[in-house]
């Protein structure tokens, strides 16, 4: 296997330049974890990085077979690459996947509405892969393929359709015409229980940004549900309040 | 007011000597959103130390009213003292909250068995800070008042009753002596639902190591309870379990 020594080299120069940038086909997929489920998942891995160390740990082989092109690096290399501290020292430039952007009118979906933090994004993804909902559709969010994101979801991203959606309100109006019901998450103890929405075919519910919530125009198409809470409810993350609400959507 | 300008000044030391203390009874707060929440819930500040550039962004007058002696540090000094990469450039060392050990046996309780990802701990005391629960059981779990935990509970620990258990099978037996109810989460699709120990008076529920889950010995003591999931289950984050968890218990 050839080794790169330089961090100048053109491949890692154009692996690094996938790591802020959000318009391209391509990602860079950081550890053991998210390379390996890469691969298992079918995602195309144009090139693997690896250090000595990494390659001789025999852990890599599946990611390595995935991979149409796999690399050696140095120490200070895969410190270049790298967005963590402490690297792992592997490395995949990965196809984003193509999952299908269609919405099934009888599904059950989780809309994010400006959520800025890619932690929160990342595990969003992965509870509603676990509670099996339809998707989430991402209006004007956070960069679902940064590092962050994706290592919150626990590779999530390279599986479970995260659908984005550039004309919210227009979207919103066209798909309530196709007969789902849109729920908004509030903080509003005079809502509706979150409960109440549970067991229903064709819903959106719609969580809004860390700080500020909803937008009025999304709170002013959608029914409002609120998670009725004894303690101290400025106390609740949005990835938490999103946990409950997928959690009675999936019952 | 006195500027500390070396790295190497005592005060300096001892504060760092405080990141990675477990058994003193004072802890090294950083951010301006933690302080502050030490000020307000009359937590004893001992020192703060805070940058020219912070001090000057008049952010600080609470913290600084609640702090027996200020100073003023340099860059260089911030940048030792912070965990973070960008520090706001404001630390405090504070007095642990010196909360109640009592149990409440009609009260609800999260139990947390050998949890050691500092970020899933605090998330699970900012929770069930919001759900009004009635404190945390901690049995061989991470440091409650490490840098990543205090941040991740958004100051809660200084609140939230944190109890540490030491010996966790006697204390287990004893209480449920005194008429309390176990409830051990797990894994198993022939558990009961999560939903059936909702309206009780009197109930713990424990929750497992992020890899391993709970032990033999807890799981002997309790009725096992799950989450009923359509989805993918091994994508689901211990928080995001202990949320729904909560949710339930606090119905």
């Given amino acids: 296997m050839e080794k790169i020594t330089s961090r100048n080299n053109p491949k890692i120069k154009y692996a690094c ?4 940038a959000r318009e391209t086909a391509f990602v860079l997929a950081e ?10 998942n079918g995602i195309a891995i144009s090139t693997c990085f690896l250090t000595e160390k990494m390659y001789q740990s025999g852990e890599c ?9 796999s690399f050696l690096i140095e120490q200070s290399v895969s410190e270049k690459l790298a967005e963590t501290k402490n690297p792992q020292g592997i490395f995949c430039i990965c196809q984003k996947p193509q999952l299908s952007c269609e919405i099934d009118s009888s ?6 509405e400006q959520v800025r933090d890619p932690g929160n994004f990342g595990t969003m993804v992965r509870t509603a892969e676990a509670f099996g909902l339809s998707g989430i559709l991402a209006c004007d969010c956070c960069d679902a393929f940064s590092a962050k994101a994706m290592r919150a979801s626990m590779g999530a991203v390279f599986r479970f359709p995260v ?24 903080v509003e103890s005079a ?4 409960g109440t929405l549970a067991r229903q ?20 198409l959608g029914t409002p549900v609120t998670i009725h809470m004894a303690g101290r409810a400025e106390s609740f993350n949005v990835s938490q309040a999103a946990t409950v609400i997928m959690y009675e959507m999936a019952k």
């Fill in 163 to 186: 659908i984005e959606i550039e004309q919210e309100e227009a979207f919103l109006r066209d798909i309530i015409g196709k007969g789902m019901n849109l729920y908004c998450a509030v």
């Fill in 201 to 220: 075919q064709g819903i959106i519910t719609a969580v809004g940004n860390e700080a500020n919530g909803l937008s009025r125009e999304t709170l002013a």
């Fill in 17 to 20: 330049s996938l790591k802020n």
């Fill in 191 to 194: 809502a509706a229980d979150v």
């Fill in 107 to 112: 599904g059950k979906y989780l809309l994010l």
């Fill in 31 to 40: 550890g053991l974890r998210l390379c390996r489920d890469a691969a298992e």
């Fill in 61 to 69: 082989a599946a990611i390595l077979e995935a991979s149409q092109a």
